[in-house]
């Protein structure tokens, strides 16, 4: 009698058997030869080789559709066959209902079968190579229940006559199967772990691990990473245990020589993450990832950082988390002082788990969720705040705080452990420093209260609550609440800060500088001027910002601006571009103080720009006043009030706006019109507008429309009006009052000249060209501008053949001072071959040293790279947008087209012949130049 076993239907998923299955199977057998032969073999990577099946026509039954493959089992079958299989254009739930099932071509069988389904997101192996595919089945075939060198078919049945594309791959689970046709395509295996037996002699880790620092204080940092890999394998070949010596290793960066040198710190902790994965060891890894993290920001090597942060983000999507906490249901509010930070139900552990992979390619999945894993979560939002997406920053951290309490809870004693502690700590702690650059800073002094007061135990010789208790004092004083008691207290946690083992040199530096503010608001002059001037010469730049605003209040000028350059250089180079806005801020309030409005004018609103980059909405009300008192001052009134309008609009959320900056806002705005405090506008000032680029090439792609763009700048500290007109290829063009742009299409006769055109003081204006494909040919067109009082400004536009090259474009660099706080702007649009919405890949490459940040339309920052050199993983260089995870900045597409800005500060005076920057973007994974722009002195 014969016997059949269906595997499975599934979307059920219970073991179904079909009740027709003798008819079945005759009428499948008897069509056994359409159905494809699959053979065993290897392919070139070592993997069993994957097969996919086309069916070109099923076989109907029942009103079920099959279609399968046959495969013969080896002669020397000495293990089960082993076998996955997926459908690669579409999830299983897009296919429908299914079902599969094994039969002998000829003979009886018994199967009893089982199967495992998993997410192929899970596997990055499987993943990258079938990117639709949601998941994916293993499941084997008994040796029991199997023949030597017999013939069997399996076929997949479906509710459709339309059946999916098929890949599957098949081994045999002996070491000859796996010698001879390779393991299923998972994954490479993962080492396995080898213990030494409990009688085996230990070897003390602590005399190689001296040797190291010997070398290291002998001949550098480069001699000690010598060290490390010469004697970290000769360590382990003796019998060593990494894991002893890792510790070793560890400690010594963390409390020893790594805490008297944060090069060498980084350099051995960036060591330690790669020695781990080196030997397959992912859980060790992972527990040094935020020490690497932070000693690799700490000496600014944040291309290094993000490779790491980049390892680490995958292996929690892979797990199965998502990497915007948005995405999760709302539970309610998650922070009282911002309505929009929410708690969300994210899981406590990781989803789909973490795959150990077996020779075979079977695996195990690991489910565990330590403290490290949490701990990747903090790291996120670290990233997230420095771009301002400061939202989901806040909110990992409210759920790294959910969770510590949640692990709590399930303890046995309901106690929190040390390490469980600190991840709540942090999340707090780190919170707070996020409402303190926002500009809450009651909101912050009230989450480090929440610091100061828990009963949760502080490891680490208490430097959570000591921070806390430093920063506290700190925010009494932003908001002018000084007491005398601060001075004596300040001066003990300072001390403290001083002798704790786990704080570095800037925790110290910055506790003597609130230190150093108490005395000064005791009204010791002498003692806090004197400490403050300590700290910047020991290249404190905390401290040199607190001077600058000293001194500022004070209207005593002398050194400003100097102090203000290194500051600004400091903040570069430290990564910190979202902290930059205010060092604007405060050199606009040095150029108007100086009398050098034009220039205070450009400062405010470039202070203005980076705030809404990078959502500082609290600081923007009263900036946007402050550029209002400005405007004033410079005769503007129209312009003044449009100023003042948006800053009392920007203030007026009470949930949001404190009632302080409220305040500040009114009196700001009610300053303006004290007295002779407008100036009136001289009669014969005239004020002159750049018009850029001078001339450019375009380039059009074939099938796709044509875009460009031009600028009207204004730093002028009165409003300009003119006219713009357009000549030599047809043009129809409109002003859009609301946005300040203009927009003209070409190929269409029509409007050629704008009457009226205003640019207000201290800003830009942009020309938006464009044209359907195809809709003109070869030409020239001429941008004019023409003023009172200025001599007419003309830009060449060429259109050249399609592919017949790149674009370009030359720039002259107009207000640049070679002053580090001004740049020269570029704007760009991109048009590809294709049309999709896939992010656009760029890198920019000077051909002199300049520093080249890149913003999309938006105005969101892509990446910052120091030297122009096309690298992002040099010093202080640094990438806020990478939605595809290849280490280049992207920019977001609609239909194939994307625009961006870049703000290009040359490193010193711009030579003769001009500085050239070639943009290239990514192509089927090749790089290719798409424009040129040549930026002339």
Known sequence: MMRIKIVAFLLCLFPFVARCE??????????????????????????????????????????????????????????????????????????????????????????????????????????????HAREFLVQSFPKDDLEPGKEYLVCFCYQQPQIPKLALAMTVKSDRGIAEFGSIPTGKPDPEKKSLPKDAPRLDPKPQVAKVVEAYRKGGREAGLRALDEITPAFEKEGGVFRPYFNEVWREAQTRTGREDPEWAADVWDWLFRAALARGDRELARSVTSNALGGLAVVRRFGRAKEIRAWQEENLWRSGFELDPRTYPDLGPGLAALPEIRRREVPKGPPFGTPTIRRTGEFSMEENFDRMNAS??????????????????????????????????????????????????????????????????????????????TSWPDSYQGRGKLQAKLDRIACSLDLGEFDPSLVNEAAELAQKAKSNGFLTKPTWQRATLIHARCLLASGNKAEGSRMLDELVADGCEPARQERCVLRLAAGTLDGVEEDLKLLLAYHRAAGKKISEAQVY????????????????????????????????????????????????????????????????????????????????????????SQGDAIAKKPADKKGTVDLQPLRSLVIPVVGRPLRGRLTLSNPNTIPVEGTLAFDGIPADATWDVTSGEARVTLGTAGVDRLMKVRIEPGSFAVIRLAAAAGAIGKGTLSTVWSAPGQKDQISELKIDDAEAGVSSAVVEAGEYRGNPFYSVPIHHHFVRADSSDAPADFRITASAPARVEMYDEEDQPVFVDVRGDGSLTGTSDVLYADRNSDGAGDVTSKEGEASFRLQVYPDGVIAPEGLTLKIESKVDGAWVAVSEDRIMP
């Not at 929190?416 to 709540?424: A, D, H, K, M």
């Not at 220039?599 to 405010?604: N, V």
Request: net charge negative; hydrophobic share 40%; charged share 30%.
């Open 585 to 672: 801020s405060l050199y606009a309030e040095f150029l108007e103080a100086s009398g050098r409005l034009d220039e205070a004018l450009a400062m405010r609103r470039e202070s203005i720009r980076l705030m809404r980059s990078f959502d500082l909405f609290a600081l923007l009300p009263a900036e946007q006043a402050r550029l209002s008192c400005l405007l004033a001052k410079c005769g503007d009134r129209s312009s003044s009030d449009a100023a003042a309008a948006e800053a009392t609009r920007l203030s007026e959320n009470e949930k949001r706006i404190p009632a302080r900056i409220r305040s500040s806002v009114k009196s700001l705005l009610a300053s303006r």
């Open 22 to 131: 003798l008819a079945a199977v005759e009428k499948l057998r008897s069509s056994a030869a359409q159905f494809p032969k699959i053979e065993f073999g290897k392919d070139e990577n070592g993997f069993a080789r994957v097969h996919l099946l086309t069916p070109a026509k099923s076989v109907e039954i029942d009103g079920w559709y099959y279609h399968g493959f046959r495969f013969t089992t080896p002669e020397w079958l000495d293990q089960s066959v082993l076998w996955m299989f997926l459908h690669p254009e579409q999830d299983n739930e897009k296919v429908g209902r299914f079902r599969w099932s094994i039969v002998p071509v000829e003979g009886d069988a018994d199967f009893q079968l089982t199967y495992l389904k998993k997410p192929a997101r899970a596997f990055k192996s499987v993943n990258e190579r079938f990117p």
């Open 376 to 453: 990747a979560f903090l790291s996120l939002a670290g990233d997230r705040e420095q771009a301002g997406h400061w939202q989901e920053a806040m909110e990992w951290r409210v759920w790294a705080q959910i969770w510590s309490e949640a692990v709590t809870e399930a303890s046995k004693d309901k106690k929190p452990i040390g390490e469980v502690s600190n991840i709540w700590y942090e999340a707090v702690g780190d919170n707070a420093d996020n409402l303190l650059l926002l500009g809450l800073t009651e909101a912050a002094r009230d989450e480090y209260q929440r610091v100061i007061d």
